[in-house]
């Protein structure tokens, strides 16, 4: 079993330190800021096996070269001119060794929050980066509506049993929208009495379970006609196809 700890990074970034069993070595997700990430490796005398990123944004890939100076450790990430830090360019595979000490992994080509954007599956543990967010979706920051649609069906397969990582703290304020979507979804109405006790208490949100994911983020439920209503009614318009209610649910909660 592998062991998840959270580093917080700017506002409401989290950076994934995954640490393999009986062992001291950890995997590092999205780093955009290396000095937190010094502190809780030295927190928990853990060592860097390597690096795991998502995508080029800055939050996700700026303390990487200054990881770099102090860990000589394999970059894994997206094939893209623009993370010239990655040494292991990587494309839709079932099975990767990065370390002995890790099982293999699964990487994901997820496109539309950008277009070179991939997820990780190790275990039951998605790191999804800002593709799947807990009750909501990342934003269209050079890829399309259709390709993050696809993505997201694409996710939704995997077991209601999969923990989601994702990296943002978003959850109470995709909450908010989902709840104007859907106002009459009971599970919805509990999920987010609870986050907003946990984020009095100061806890985090994420994981979330894919379960809760598909009971309650209308972003993976587009295929229900209330949904479907939902948006018809927002944009004014008759929409054909799961597809084009996603999109205007990403327009909708661009403008919420
Ligand atoms: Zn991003």
Same mark, same amino acid.
């Given at each position: ?15 994934? !330190? ?22 809780? !490796? ?9 690096? !795991? ?9 700026? %303390? ?73 979706? %990342? ?118």
């Amino acid at each position: 079993m592998l062991t998840v700890h959270a580093v917080n990074a700017f506002k409401d970034n989290y950076i994934w !330190l995954i640490q393999a069993e009986n062992s001291r070595k950890v995997l590092i997700v999205d780093p955009g800021h290396a000095e937190p990430v010094f502190e809780a !490796l030295k927190q928990m005398t853990l060592t860097p096996a390597a690096i !795991l990123i998502t995508h080029h944004h800055a939050d996700h890939i700026g %303390g990487v070269e200054a990881l770099l100076d102090h860990y000589q450790v394999p970059v894994f990430g997206p094939a893209t001119k623009q993370i010239p830090a990655v040494t292991h360019p990587l494309k839709q595979t079932h099975a990767l060794q990065v370390d002995p000490d890790f099982p293999l992994f699964q990487v994901m080509e997820t496109p539309g929050h950008t277009p070179e954007h991939i997820c990780y599956l190790l275990e039951n543990k998605l790191f999804c980066g800002d593709t799947l967010f807990a009750g909501g979706c %990342g934003k269209l920051l050079g890829g399309s509506a259709e390709q993050l649609f696809l993505s997201l069906q694409q996710l939704k397969q995997l077991p209601a049993e999969t923990e989601v990582y994702c990296a943002h703290e978003y959850t109470e304020a995709n909450l908010r929208f989902a709840s104007v979507v859907e106002p009459d979804n009971r599970t919805l109405q509990e999920r987010r009495q609870q986050v907003r006790e946990m984020r009095e208490a100061g806890q985090p949100t994420v994981p979330s379970l894919m379960a809760d994911e598909l009971a309650t983020n209308p972003f993976l439920r587009t295929h229900l006609h209330h949904i479907k209503t939902a948006a018809e009614m927002y944009s004014g318009m008759t929409l054909n196809s799961d597809k084009a209610v996603f999109a205007t649910l990403r327009n909708w909660k661009d403008n919420f």
